[in-house]
């Protein structure tokens, strides 16, 4: 009679009531704003980051999603509870976009700004610092919520004071618009190919997760590299008005809520 199973298929992106002709524009224009810098950094030889953070892997002997060719499975813990995991594993990527390569910074405490920001200083200092010719710019490409978020204010105080000011350069930051993170380079070039490969795989430790991440490779050449961060940052940081105020941002005539510059403070406009 026609029936077979199948599974839902995502196809809407947004609730249609909520969507309005103007959300729509922006969206558009916000995309099409990114191209436009993509492609000026491009012609001007800058650095082009797409960031974003992966959700939390327990470490242990527990199951993973996926599956792999063996003979005889995995034998797993029946539970994931917290208590029986050796710790926390909560992946942040940067992907360099132009380079295809990725650099994964794992932390073993929270998801915060201060994190987000520390793991592309790490990136930073490790794959840039030490070029012939020193970079004084950077473009940014991040989702529009968590702890890169565009109204993240802790987010942006960070870029300033560890970034900025530390490496003396400038960065630009461009958020996607809310719902879109799909779109996100890092999605599909970076973490998708991690998850690929570490799929059925037990995470029994911190050795086991760096090195399914730093050996994943494509076809395309993608490289890898990764590291851990154990340092616990604390929760529900607040920044006040006159913090956000010292900040040497530069808001742009175009969707100025999702982008931005930022200069070191010895260039202050």
């Given amino acids: ?105 794992g932390g073993v405490s929270c998801n915060t700004a201060e994190f987000a920001v520390k793991s592309i200083v790490k990136w930073w200092e490790k794959e840039l610092s030490n070029m012939a010719v020193k970079q004084k710019s950077l473009l940014i490409l991040a989702d529009g919520g968590g702890s890169n978020g565009s109204r993240n204010r802790l987010w942006k105080v960070c870029l300033q004071k560890l970034l900025c000011d530390k490496h003396g350069i400038t960065v630009t930051v461009c958020h996607y618009p809310p719902g879109t993170s799909k779109y996100n380079p890092i999605e599909h070039r970076l973490f998708s190919e991690i998850s690929k490969n570490w799929a059925g795989e037990p995470l029994k430790n911190y050795e086991t997760v760096l090195n399914y991440i730093c050996t994943t490779k494509t076809k395309t050449g993608l490289e890898v590299n990764a590291s851990i961060d154990e340092t616990i940052y604390k929760k529900g940081i607040k920044i006040s008005d006159q913090q956000l105020k010292k900040i040497n941002i530069k808001y742009h005539d175009i969707l100025p809520q999702w982008n931005y510059s930022i200069f070191p403070y010895e260039n202050r406009i």
């Avoid at 000026?40 to 650095?47: E, F, G, V």
């Avoid at 082009?48 to 813990?77: H, R, T, Y």
């Avoid at 132009?98 to 910074?105: I, L, Q, T, Y």
Wanted: charged residues 30%.
């Fill in 1 to 105: 009679m026609g029936y077979s199973l199948k599974i839902n298929y995502k196809k809407f992106e947004s609730d249609p009531k909520k969507s309005t002709p103007e959300s729509r524009e922006k969206r558009e224009q916000q995309f099409t704003y990114i191209h436009q810098m993509r492609e000026i950094s491009k012609k001007q030889n800058t650095p082009m980051i797409s960031v974003d953070a992966k959700k939390k892997e327990l470490v242990g002997n527990f199951k993973n999603q996926g599956a792999k060719w063996c003979k005889k499975p995995n034998q797993v813990n029946a539970y994931d509870f917290r208590s029986l995991a050796i710790g926390i594993f909560i992946p942040y990527g940067i992907y360099d976009i132009d380079g295809n390569k990725g650099f994964v910074v």
